[in-house]
């Protein structure tokens, strides 16, 4: 009878703080546009309002719930101090779950194990961290959400990028030089047919005289 008592409790507790969680962020429209989060970058800084924050944590909330994540289930956060972070952070709030922070200076081991452990479905990380993810081992159930950081690119995807460039400039320059061999094959053809029209009419001439 006790444990049952107890059990309802703890059930009561979190329904409570659920609540005053989504309350909390239902609270945001509130603010409006008036500053929430500022970040700063190198290329200057980028602002999001009570408003914009609100909208892009339901939507992230409703993602989670697309994926199967459902009230007490728990989401892995694997991220540097981002705005991204704290968006991630309380849409699995809003949605019931259970937050487990990493701090991406563990090693992979220790990331393996936290997986393992906790039981996590789903884990939201930055560009860098969602491919240690992949590489690690674990359930073919866990899903990895990626949010690129604008500030710091991978320089791998610096390099595709301004290779595929190079692609598309090269690509356009053989285009042009197909189209100039073209219009020079076209230009052959109408001077070998102007040609022979000349030689037929030449012989006809000579012929009739």
Known sequence: ????????????????????????????KRGGHN?????FTRQGSEKYSYEKLLEQVRQLATGLSSLGIQKGDRVLLLAANWPEWVMSALAVFYSGAVIV???????????????????????????RSAERLRKIKHAK??????????????SEASDNKEESGQQKENSIVAKGQRDNNKEETAAKAADQEANG?????????????
């Open 101 to 127: 922070p990493v701090d991406p200076q563990v090693n992979d081991e220790t990331i393996k194990h936290i997986i393992t452990d906790s039981g996590a479905k789903v884990a939201f990380a930055d560009g």
């Open 197 to 209: 029209k000349k030689e037929n009419g030449t012989k006809a001439s000579k012929q009739e005289a």
């Open 1 to 28: 009878m006790k444990a049952v008592q107890s059990e309802s409790r703890k059930e009561a507790r979190q329904s409570v703080g659920q609540n005053t969680l989504q309350s909390m962020v239902n609270g945001f």
């Open 35 to 39: 500053l929430a989060v500022l970040q």
């Open 141 to 154: 159930s866990f899903n990895v959400v990626s949010f690129e950081q604008a500030d710091e690119p991978d």
